[in-house]
């Protein structure tokens, strides 16, 4: 399938989710006075989405695998930021699981799809 807009992939649309499920964590009474906390794991959320949409857009399957590698990361920091959070107390072990598991769903998906696009640039 050739995709003609960034919100078509399967990727985006899990980024999206995920940073819907971090939204709704940072917005929990536990977290309200946290500030830099909160606008770091939102900022990482976003970027996942950003990045996707960013490389997308650009045309080049090289900026696109390279943008590509600044979502993954990032989902790699709203999980080392969960942690964070759940160690503070803010959020408990279920919220953690669920939104962990959001994050490597979207990470592994992520890092197919680099594989996928430089195993395909020649074509």
């Known amino acids: 399938m050739k995709y003609t807009r960034f919100e078509e992939l399967p990727c985006w649309q899990d980024a999206r989710e995920l940073s819907r499920m971090v939204f709704d964590l940072i917005h929990l009474n ?31 399957t090289n900026e696109f695998v390279r943008f590509l590698g600044y979502a993954q990361r990032s989902t790699g920091e709203i999980q080392s930021q969960l942690y964070r959070a759940l160690d503070c107390g803010y959020i408990s072990q279920e919220q953690f699981n669920t939104v962990y598991h959001m994050a490597s769903s979207c990470r592994k998906q992520i890092k197919g799809f680099r594989r996928y696009l430089r195993s395909h640039r020649s074509e």
């Open 30 to 60: 536990a977290l309200s006075g946290d500030y830099s906390f909160k606008d770091q794991i939102w900022r990482a959320a976003g970027s996942v989405m950003d990045n996707i949409a960013e490389g997308f857009d650009d045309g080049s």
